[in-house]
């Protein structure tokens, strides 16, 4: 078929061989016909921009032309000719035209206008040839690559963690059982409870909900690891940043303490937005209209206040602000719409987790930029965050974003046996079941952080998509897994 590369429609676009012959593939986007010309543009998904195809002369031919509607594929050999048009150097002048696959007009449910977000979530298998999800592909595989470069770059190692796991101590969210036993009539035990020693793994086993665990046994030897795998969540929480099937980077350190951790998740994200800013310039500029259309039909109160361009810029340009919980805590505390009842969790005892109501108003309303907040209750958090000096808190860290609420959460780690155990009888964690976590812990501990950044979420702010199953392909969530 010779679909190499060079006659992608984005490289096309970018030349100026007039006069050359050249054979582009791709999807039709729009067609329009006059007497004895039609014009058509096409799409190959390597650009948001379209390849404008003229087709007269010898080459049109009616009963083709009526053959091609949007959706159709061709593929077409012509001329490349300076284009009248404005927005692009370069057309192309159809010779041969030949039609790969029809789509009937009467049943293909993609036309040419704007269709619904809501709509395109249920043509999943679609949407991909939309201005809109093709830009989140293309930023949305820039932002993988980023990734794996910035840890590259700095000596990481990645890790492949494990997705079917037997240790259900994060305690991150319910999780997803993974069995091979029969569900009518499972075999139990004595107890009458289901019999998981008969179960594929002779336990029972479940999908992750985070790499970090093994991240660490990996880091007490590699030093600096990450892991950027799928993880699973089975909270039943419908909202627009809650997947149940998610993608999260969790670098995993050992001699960094939690100001190197802040450090390294600041230069992360702002590398990641720097690098989209350089490479996905056309995508963003669409997707910043496509809000500011969107943007147009909210409220006053929740626009964005910046177009999304300059906010990403503004987000790089800054340095995060770096608070404890209990500052945050007296900032909400304190705060007018606290005294006037307007936030719908009421701040009133030190000690309570954050809501993102609380998350979103320290960053968009107090501070107007990302915020980091470290040492949190350590009732609000899980086993492994290293203790503080006052027994109360632990050395927790989240960042919170602008309309996101926390995009990572993370913390130095609990490098005391002695400690870590009495954490772990604390909040109810089986010590038997951890004993490889603890190892770690008796021969050769060091102080160590990590954090996971949620892929969606970050994703979410760089394209400024306001529902997180439109960053993703195909999204998981309660009584959803058609595609
Ligand atoms: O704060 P979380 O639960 O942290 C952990 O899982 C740690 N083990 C990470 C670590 O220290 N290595 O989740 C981390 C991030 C959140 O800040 C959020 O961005 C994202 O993962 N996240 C979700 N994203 C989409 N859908 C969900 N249901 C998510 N839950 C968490
Ligand atoms: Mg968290």
Same mark, same amino acid.
């Given at each position: 078929m010779a679909y190499k590369g060079k006659n992608r429609i984005v490289h096309i676009l970018e030349s100026?061989?007039?006069?050359k012959t050249v054979t582009v593939f791709g999807w039709v986007r729009t067609k329009r016909e006059s007497k004895n010309v039609g014009f058509i543009t096409l799409n190959d998904?390597?650009? #948001?921009q379209n390849l404008q195809v003229v087709i007269e002369g010898s080459s049109m031919n009616e009963a083709l032309m009526a053959r091609i509607h949007s959706g159709a594929s061709l593929k077409i050999t012509g001329e490349l000719i300076p284009s009248? !048009?404005? !927005?692009?150097?370069v057309e192309l002048k159809a010779g041969a035209v030949e039609i790969l696959g029809e789509a009937n007009p009467d049943e293909? =449910?993609?036309?040419p206008k704007k269709h619904s977000l809501e709509f395109l979530r249920e043509i999943a298998h679609l949407r991909f040839r939309t201005n809109t999800f093709g830009a989140i592909t293309r930023v949305r595989h820039a932002m993988i690559f980023a990734i794996h470069k910035f840890f590259n770059d700095r000596g990481f190692y990645n890790i492949h963690t494990? #997705?079917?796991?037997?240790?259900?101590?994060?305690?991150?969210g319910e999780m997803f059982r993974v069995t091979t $036993?029969?569900?009518?009539n499972p075999p139990l035990n004595e107890t009458g409870a289901?019999? +998981?020693?008969?179960?594929f793994f002779g336990r029972e086993t479940n999908l992750t909900v985070s790499g970090q665990l093994e991240a660490e046994l990996a880091a007490l030897a590699m030093s600096l690891v990450y892991t950027f795998g799928p993880t699973f969540r089975a909270e039943n929480s419908n909202t627009?940043? /809650? $997947?149940a099937e998610f993608w999260m980077i969790e670098p995993e350190m050992a001699f960094y303490d939690i100001h190197d951790n802040m450090d390294l998740a600041e230069d992360l994200l702002k590398y990641l937005l720097n690098y989209a800013l350089e490479h996905c310039p056309d995508d963003l500029d669409f997707l910043s209209k496509r809000q500011q259309d969107e943007e147009k039909n909210k409220k006053q109160e929740d626009?964005? =206040?910046?177009?999304l361009i300059e906010k990403l810029k503004f987000v790089i340009d800054n340095k995060f602000e770096r608070i404890s919980y209990t500052e945050a805590y007296e900032i909400l505390k304190n705060s007018n719409h606290n005294k006037k009842k307007? +936030?719908?969790?009421?701040? /009133?005892?030190?000690?309570i987790d954050l809501q993102s109501e609380h998350e979103r108003y320290l960053v968009?309303? /107090? +501070?107007g930029k990302p915020v980091i907040l470290i040492?949190?209750?350590?009732?609000?958090?899980? +086993?492994?965050m290293r203790v503080n000096?006052?027994?109360?808190?632990?050395r927790a860290m989240d960042i919170l974003f602008p309309?996101?609420?926390? @995009?990572v959460g993370g913390s130095q780690r609990e490098e005391r046996l002695g400690k870590l155990l009495a954490r772990m009888k604390e909040t109810g964690i089986p010590e038997k079941q951890m004993w490889w976590y603890l190892e770690t812990r008796k021969f050769g501990s060091v102080p160590h952080s990590g954090f996971g950044l949620g892929f969606e979420r970050m994703m979410l702010f760089v394209t400024?998509?306001?529902? @997180?199953?439109?960053? @993703?392909?195909f999204p998981r969530t309660p009584l959803n897994a058609e595609f």
């Amino acid at each position: 078929m010779a679909y190499k590369g060079k006659n992608r429609i984005v490289h096309i676009l970018e030349s100026e061989d007039y006069g050359k012959t050249v054979t582009v593939f791709g999807w039709v986007r729009t067609k329009r016909e006059s007497k004895n010309v039609g014009f058509i543009t096409l799409n190959d998904g390597s650009t #948001i921009q379209n390849l404008q195809v003229v087709i007269e002369g010898s080459s049109m031919n009616e009963a083709l032309m009526a053959r091609i509607h949007s959706g159709a594929s061709l593929k077409i050999t012509g001329e490349l000719i300076p284009s009248p !048009g404005q !927005g692009q150097k370069v057309e192309l002048k159809a010779g041969a035209v030949e039609i790969l696959g029809e789509a009937n007009p009467d049943e293909y =449910p993609l036309q040419p206008k704007k269709h619904s977000l809501e709509f395109l979530r249920e043509i999943a298998h679609l949407r991909f040839r939309t201005n809109t999800f093709g830009a989140i592909t293309r930023v949305r595989h820039a932002m993988i690559f980023a990734i794996h470069k910035f840890f590259n770059d700095r000596g990481f190692y990645n890790i492949h963690t494990p #997705i079917i796991t037997a240790s259900d101590a994060e305690g991150a969210g319910e999780m997803f059982r993974v069995t091979t $036993l029969p569900s009518l009539n499972p075999p139990l035990n004595e107890t009458g409870a289901v019999d +998981f020693t008969r179960d594929f793994f002779g336990r029972e086993t479940n999908l992750t909900v985070s790499g970090q665990l093994e991240a660490e046994l990996a880091a007490l030897a590699m030093s600096l690891v990450y892991t950027f795998g799928p993880t699973f969540r089975a909270e039943n929480s419908n909202t627009s940043r /809650h $997947l149940a099937e998610f993608w999260m980077i969790e670098p995993e350190m050992a001699f960094y303490d939690i100001h190197d951790n802040m450090d390294l998740a600041e230069d992360l994200l702002k590398y990641l937005l720097n690098y989209a800013l350089e490479h996905c310039p056309d995508d963003l500029d669409f997707l910043s209209k496509r809000q500011q259309d969107e943007e147009k039909n909210k409220k006053q109160e929740d626009r964005s =206040p910046m177009e999304l361009i300059e906010k990403l810029k503004f987000v790089i340009d800054n340095k995060f602000e770096r608070i404890s919980y209990t500052e945050a805590y007296e900032i909400l505390k304190n705060s007018n719409h606290n005294k006037k009842k307007k +936030f719908q969790f009421p701040v /009133h005892e030190w000690g309570i987790d954050l809501q993102s109501e609380h998350e979103r108003y320290l960053v968009e309303k /107090h +501070f107007g930029k990302p915020v980091i907040l470290i040492d949190y209750p350590k009732k609000i958090k899980a +086993f492994y965050m290293r203790v503080n000096d006052d027994d109360q808190t632990v050395r927790a860290m989240d960042i919170l974003f602008p309309q996101i609420g926390e @995009i990572v959460g993370g913390s130095q780690r609990e490098e005391r046996l002695g400690k870590l155990l009495a954490r772990m009888k604390e909040t109810g964690i089986p010590e038997k079941q951890m004993w490889w976590y603890l190892e770690t812990r008796k021969f050769g501990s060091v102080p160590h952080s990590g954090f996971g950044l949620g892929f969606e979420r970050m994703m979410l702010f760089v394209t400024g998509m306001g529902n @997180i199953r439109d960053v @993703i392909p195909f999204p998981r969530t309660p009584l959803n897994a058609e595609f």
